[in-house]
């Protein structure tokens, strides 16, 4: 079995994969200050709540966009495992060819995202990856990765905006029935998820039209991308909530000579 860890700014993601089937996954909160004890610990309770034991992984690759916690996680593998974690970074192999000014620039997760969509859906294809950032990466016919576009997340957004006016406080993010809302509560709902929705619409909208990729497939990922594909399904082609995980997959085969 393989297991696959995506260290997020927010949260990890871990996911076994048995051959090409994801058989189980989990997410827990990025904790800096957490020990490798405690990580090996906790997916120790993890597995066995699945059935399953350290004994069964045989290999390891990590994403991660959060340098602080690497160490922690490496050694905890290493501890209670006995492997070494394949680290996607420099001098992995992905199959992309990235077109950026600096490619050690781009994020982990970026580069995992679009060889995961760029093999499994083809291309050209936009990914857009709703997380503690919203990204937007640009994929062509031939597996270029052409650039992007960062942008804050929707709970980034949210926290800076609550946080920032005393008046304002935190709502649950569900869709309001009208974009103009009738109490603070919906005011804040509709400017978030109706806002998200146009900024998601523009941004594909003007990267397909730059890039001459009127065709690419928009693929979405990320814990929220829901709520913009329930508002305007249009937006969207594809949502694959595992797409980071598989595309750990996908690197790991690349890198054992299996793809």
Known sequence: MLLVIDVGNTNIKLGIFKGDDLIQSWRMSVKVMRTADEMGSTMQNLFTSRGITFEEISGIIISSVCPSVNYTIEHAC?????????????????????????????????IVNSVAGYRLYGGPCIIVDFGTATTFNVISESGEFLGGAIAPGINT??????SNASKLM???????????GKSTIS??????????????????SKMKQESGL?????????????????????????VDRFLTLKGLLMIYKINNGEL
């Not at 680290?87 to 781009?106: A, D, R």
């Not at 935190?170 to 103009?180: A, C, M, R, W």
């Not at 709902?189 to 146009?198: A, M, P, R």
């Not at 065709?215 to 594809?238: F, Q, R, S």
């Open 78 to 110: 290493q501890y209670y495992m006995g492997i070494k974690p394949l680290m996607v970074g420099v001098g992995v192999k992905t199959g992309l060819n990235i077109k950026y000014s600096n490619p050690h620039e781009v994020g982990a997760d970026r």
């Open 157 to 162: 957004s949210l926290d800076g905006l609550v």
């Open 170 to 180: 935190h709502v649950e993010l569900s869709t309001p029935e009208s974009v103009i």
């Open 187 to 204: 005011n804040i709902q509709s400017g978030t998820i109706y806002g998200f929705t146009g900024l998601v619409k523009y941004m594909v």
């Open 214 to 238: 009127a065709n690419a497939k928009v693929i979405a990922t990320g814990g929220l991308g829901e709520l913009i594909t329930n508002v305007d399904p249009d937006v969207v082609d594809i």
